[in-house]
């Protein structure tokens, strides 16, 4: 079982910026993902990584301020997230799909079977 554990979240002003983390127990030979939940609205899909860096943006509306990177060599995928707004509040969760499995499915796919506790993103304004 993988375990995923996020951390980077914090409470920042409009206009910030945050970069968060997840850090993976095992080497990462997956799909994996950023999801976020805003309180009362289901969760939505940020966008997906390929293990070679192959992007699959699930918000097109985010694209512009939200980056998903991996490395590799740190089990470690990444979210930077600027010019943060007040809707961005909500918790930020990342998920992976079962190891060797490199195709990012859809943002609703139960496919991602690996998910992270999540971490607490507040954007004020």
């Known amino acids: 079982q993988v375990q995923l554990v996020e951390s980077g979240g914090g409470s920042v002003q409009a206009g910030g910026s945050l970069r968060l983390s997840c850090v993976a127990s095992t080497y990462l030979n997956n799909c994996m993902a950023w999801f976020r939940q805003a309180p009362g609205k289901p969760r939505e899909g940020i966008a997906a990584?390929?293990?070679?860096?192959?992007?699959?943006p699930y918000a097109n509306s985010l694209k512009g301020r939200f980056t998903i990177s991996r490395n590799l060599d740190k089990n470690t995928v990444y979210l930077q997230m600027n010019d943060l707004e007040p809707d961005d509040t909500g918790i930020y969760y990342c998920a992976g799909t079962r190891q060797g499995y490199w195709i990012c499915p859809s943002s609703d796919s139960d496919d991602f079977i690996h998910w992270g506790q999540g971490t607490q993103v507040t954007v004020s304004s």
């Open positions: 990584i390929k293990p070679l860096g192959d992007v699959t």
